[in-house]
């Protein structure tokens, strides 16, 4: 006797349910707006940004100036040049072996906290130090400026130039370091330009709704179709 299997029950007739997949992060981010990478990188800029300026620790700047004043046997053209020498020697190991001792820092400190700047049109050198204590960078470029004073001194037969102090650094009151506040602000512009950079080569979605473009015709497709035309 031979036994019908028929309906669901026949071998092969019933398949199991294929599983959804969900959807991947991938296909999660190209669903999002456009302005949305926009907001996300000015977001994250400005944390970060106003982040590092809270943790950071604010530094302090200060500026001495010395001025180069021609003798009787000199006139403003040298001591002008004279200037431009001095502002040069200030941060050499001479100079700053003996602003060492009136600074109470070592030399390499000196070396690395002081910078001078000159005049092209005024016989002047600034002399400015940065520290994270205010008094530090007061002492510092005061140092400075006195050290050089004293070895232009030891030259002034032979440079007819005299190197006085003009004006002595003060103690700053406030800090020359960014606020957090800046710092925030300039993390979100890099933040937002980042964000629009990467709006352009985001992958626009094809006409099947999945985020990619579609495809273009081969070209022996597109000699057909214009050979029809």
């Known amino acids: 006797m031979t036994e019908h299997v028929t309906g669901d029950h026949a071998p092969g007739s019933h398949r199991a349910p294929a599983p959804r997949r969900g959807?991947?992060?991938?296909?999660?981010a190209r669903a999002l707006p456009p302005w949305s990478l926009l907001a996300a990188g000015v977001l994250?800029?400005?944390l970060l940004g106003g982040g590092y300026g809270v943790v950071r620790a604010p530094t302090y700047t200060a500026t001495s100036y010395v001025v180069a004043v021609p003798t009787e046997r000199s006139d403003p053209a040298t001591a002008l040049g004279f200037a431009q020498?001095?502002?040069?020697?200030a941060t050499q190991l001479a100079v700053l072996g003996d602003a060492q001792v009136w600074a109470g820092v070592p030399v390499a400190t000196l070396r690395s906290s002081v910078r001078t700047a000159t005049s092209p049109d005024v016989p002047m050198v600034a002399v400015t130090a940065t520290s994270a204590r205010p008094d530090l960078a007061a002492d510092m470029a005061n140092?400075?400026?006195?050290a050089l004073t004293r070895h232009a001194g030891d030259t002034v037969k032979?440079?007819?130039?005299?190197?006085?102090?003009?004006?002595?650094?003060?103690?700053?009151?406030?800090?020359?370091?960014?606020?957090?506040?800046?710092?925030?602000?300039v993390g979100a512009?890099?933040?937002?330009?980042?964000?629009?950079?990467?709006l352009l080569v985001r992958p626009?979605?094809?006409?099947?709704?999945r985020g990619r473009p579609a495809a273009l015709p081969s070209p022996a497709?597109?000699?057909?179709?214009?050979g029809a035309l």
Do not use: I, K, N, W
């Open 23 to 28: 959807s991947s992060p991938l296909s999660r």
């Open 44 to 46: 994250a800029g400005g």
């Open 85 to 89: 020498a001095y502002g040069r020697a």
């Open 143 to 146: 140092a400075v400026a006195r």
């Open 158 to 185: 032979a440079t007819h130039v005299e190197l006085e102090q003009f004006a002595r650094a003060t103690e700053p009151a406030e800090p020359s370091s960014a606020s957090p506040a800046v710092t925030g602000l």
């Open 189 to 198: 512009s890099a933040g937002g330009l980042l964000g629009g950079l990467a």
């Open 204 to 209: 626009r979605r094809g006409p099947d709704g």
């Open 221 to 226: 497709l597109a000699g057909d179709t214009r």
